[in-house]
C-alpha cells in the first residue's frame, strides 16, 4: 500500500461539505471555515522502530518529536499552533515515569510555539506485545496569511529550500529539529510563495507532492543542493540529501523576480537556497554535470 494512493482513495469516497472544507485530505493540513474563520488541522503519528527507537533516544525525545512533527506541517502551510491533543500506545510494563517523559516531551515542544496539550488518551497494550506509538493532532490558525497550498506551484517557478539536507539521523537532528512556523510566516507574508510542504519523506518525495498535486515537473540543479554535514562522511552525500528525509526544512516555490529578491535578502536565521525550477509536463530531473537524469523516489536513471 502507498500513502499517496491512499490518500486519494479516500479522497474519492469523501462527500466534502465544501462550506466546511476548504481544503481536504492531500495537503499538510486539511483547512476547515468555521465560525467565518479558517482553521488547520493536523495530525502525526510515530512508532517505535521507526520514527525512533524508544531503547536509543527515550521516551522524552519521542515525545517531542511526534510533537514536532504535527508543528512542522502547521509551518508548512504558514499557520500559528493553537492547541494539541495526543494519544499514546504504550508497551508492556511501560512506567509512569516515561509516560510522564512523553508528557513533558510534548508540552516543552508546544511551549515553544505557545501551543498547550489540552487533551489525549493513554492505552496499553497488556499482555499483547505493541510498540509505543504517539499521535499527536494539532489545531491551527491563520491570523491573516492564506494557507500555503502544495498545489499551486507554476511553470517558470523557482524551487526553494530552508537550511541543509541529508544525514539527519546520523545525529540527533531528526528528533531535535525546529519546526520552522517563524519562517514560513515570514515568508509568506513578505514573498509571494506559490506552494509550500515541509521535507519529511525527503527532497525528492516532497518535491514529487507539490509536482504532482500542482500539475507540473519539476527540475533540480544538482550542484545547487545544500547538503548537511550531517551527510558529509555518506559515499554519496548527494544521494543523501535528495532521498534521506526528516529535515522538517520548508521546501516552496515562487516566481523568479520573486526569488531574486528573496534570495537577495536573506530574511531568515537558517539561508535559503534556490535549487531548480518548475516546468512542464511530469516527474523530476536532476541535472548533473551537463546531463539530464530522471528521478524517482529511490533513485535516478540517464535519460536516454
Ligand atoms: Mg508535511
Not at 512508532?47 to 525512533?52: A, I, K, M, T
Not at 513533558?104 to 492505552?123: I, K
Not at 515570514?186 to 507532492?209: C, E, K, P, Y
Amino acid at each position: 500500500m502507498r500513502e499517496f494512493e491512499f490518500i486519494e482513495w479516500i479522497r474519492r469516497q469523501g462527500r466534502f461539505d465544501p462550506e466546511v472544507v476548504a481544503i481536504g485530505p492531500g495537503d499538510d493540513c486539511a483547512v476547515l471555515t468555521i465560525g467565518g474563520e479558517k482553521l488547520l488541522i493536523t495530525t502525526d503519528q510515530v512508532l517505535d522502530g521507526v520514527h525512533f527507537s524508544l531503547v536509543e533516544h527515550g521516551a522524552e525525545a519521542a515525545g517531542r518529536k511526534s510533537a514536532a512533527r504535527a508543528l512542522s506541517d502547521i509551518a508548512a502551510m504558514a499557520g500559528v499552533p493553537v492547541a494539541m491533543v495526543a494519544t499514546v500506545a504504550a508497551p508492556k510494563g511501560f512506567s509512569q515515569a516515561d509516560a510522564e517523559a512523553i508528557y513533558h516531551g510534548l508540552q516543552t515542544c508546544g511551549d515553544e510555539f505557545g501551543c498547550p496539550l489540552v487533551g489525549g488518551d493513554l492505552a496499553a497494550w497488556g499482555e499483547s506485545p505493541g510498540p509505543l506509538q504517539i499521535s499527536v493532532t494539532i489545531l491551527g490558525k491563520c491570523d491573516g496569511i492564506d494557507p500555503v497550498l502544495r498545489s499551486g506551484a507554476q511553470v517558470g517557478n523557482a524551487i526553494c529550500v530552508t537550511g541543509k539536507l541529508g544525514g539527519a539521523w546520523a545525529t540527533r537532528r531528526h528528533l531535535d529539529f525546529t519546526p520552522r512556523i517563524a519562517d514560513a510566516r515570514i515568508l509568506a507574508r513578505q514573498f509571494a510563495i506559490s506552494a509550500m510542504i515541509d521535507i519529511s519523506d525527503g527532497l525528492v518525495g516532497d518535491l514529487r507532492h507539490i509536482a504532482d498535486t500542482s500539475g507540473v515537473a519539476a527540475e533540480l540543479d544538482a550542484s545547487a543542493i545544500p547538503i548537511h554535514a550531517d551527510a558529509a562522511g555518506r559515499k554519496d552525500s548527494l544521494e543523501a540529501a535528495l532521498f534521506d528525509g526528516e529535515d522538517y526544512e520548508l521546501l516552496f516555490t515562487m516566481p523568479p523576480d520573486q526569488t531574486d529578491r528573496l534570495i537577495a535578502a536573506q530574511p531568515l536565521d537558517v539561508k535559503i537556497t534556490r535549487i531548480g525550477g518548475i516546468v512542464e509536463g511530469i516527474g523530476m530531473t536532476l541535472l548533473r554535470d551537463g546531463k539530464r537524469e530522471k528521478l524517482d523516489s529511490r533513485g535516478w536513471e540517464h535519460e536516454t
